[in-house]
């Protein structure tokens, strides 16, 4: 039975899209286009600055991680005073997938994830916009292992690089987000960490599970006392503690993730009434009425959108 977290990235089907790295040195400041994608960046070697429209400055140290769920314009820099440049355009990607700036005081490996735009708003409500993983956090030894595979491989001209470059991103992806929600859960006396968060309700023994059955089993007839037993909670601690965590009631939760299931199944071409049934409705024009509640649309009107060509 997938996991919550499993069934959440297969049915947004990331790809890694690719791998780079970085070199620079000096007094540089480099700007990155705002991307529809999962991206990824860690300092292997000396440091530099993180500058994220929505938050304060970040400065990075070796062994610092970073993963953005909605990717901005960003910037790396070696002092945040710097006005940036297009790192786009003054750093040839096409010819190599290490671009160099100046020199390698600090070098940086970094990675993406392509991202279906039919699930692009749940992606966003579901992680963080930005996770910081520094080099102290107790799950950054094993980010480190990974990390010094693919820098290797980037090192090495060998057969199947950027195949293993790709699988090794794989693998950093759920260990980031691992390494995140540990931490999180670690720090929940930190207010500033008491907001609705996904990825934090993961590692909460109770709610994990209820949330890893939601996910594998979309259609089943479910009911707050029947979530709270798996949980092994009452009833009205479940709601209060689940609300807190997710920022939905069970219900409503279950419900948005029957409509994400079932919008990419419409996409797909599948035949709504079998969908409607699959996801646990008894009729078509019920499943109709939740879709477009939660869509904004109706399934029919989904499905010719979908049908449409871009």
Known sequence: MPDALTAVFNLLDLRSARCTRLE??????????????????????????????????VRMMQ?????????????????????????????????????R?????????????????????????????????????????????????????FCQTRVGSDLMRRHLADMLLVQMVRAFAERD?????????????????????????????????????????????IAGMSRTSFAKAFHAAIGRAPIDYVSHWRMQIGADLIQRGGNIAEIAGTLGYASQSAFGVAFKRIRGCSPKAAARTARTPA
Request: net charge negative.
């Open 24 to 57: 620079a040195a000096g007094a540089w400041s480099l700007r990155f286009p705002e991307k529809l994608a999962l991206k990824f960046a860690a300092v292997i070697k000396g440091e530099c600055w993180m500058l994220h429209p929505d938050h304060p400055p």
């Open 63 to 99: 062994g610092d991680v970073f993963l953005l769920s909605q990717t901005p314009a960003y910037v790396l820099a070696s002092d945040p005073t710097l006005p940036p440049r297009d790192g786009a355009k003054v750093i040839d990607w096409d010819r190599s997938d290490t671009g």
């Open 185 to 229: 859960h670690e720090n929940v006396t930190d207010r500033r960490r008491q907001r609705a968060n996904w990825i934090g309700a993961l590692t909460d023994q109770r709610l994990g599970a209820a949330l890893d059955q939601i996910h594998a089993e979309p259609g089943r007839n479910w009911t707050v006392k029947s979530l709270a037993e």
């Open 101 to 153: 700036y100046g020199g390698d005081e600090t070098v940086l490996l970094g990675g993406s994830f392509r991202v279906n735009e039919l699930h692009e708003r749940f992606l966003t409500e579901t992680l963080p916009h930005l996770m910081l993983i520094p080099r102290d956090a107790p799950s950054a030894p094993v980010l480190s292992r990974t990390l010094e595979i693919m820098e290797t491989e």
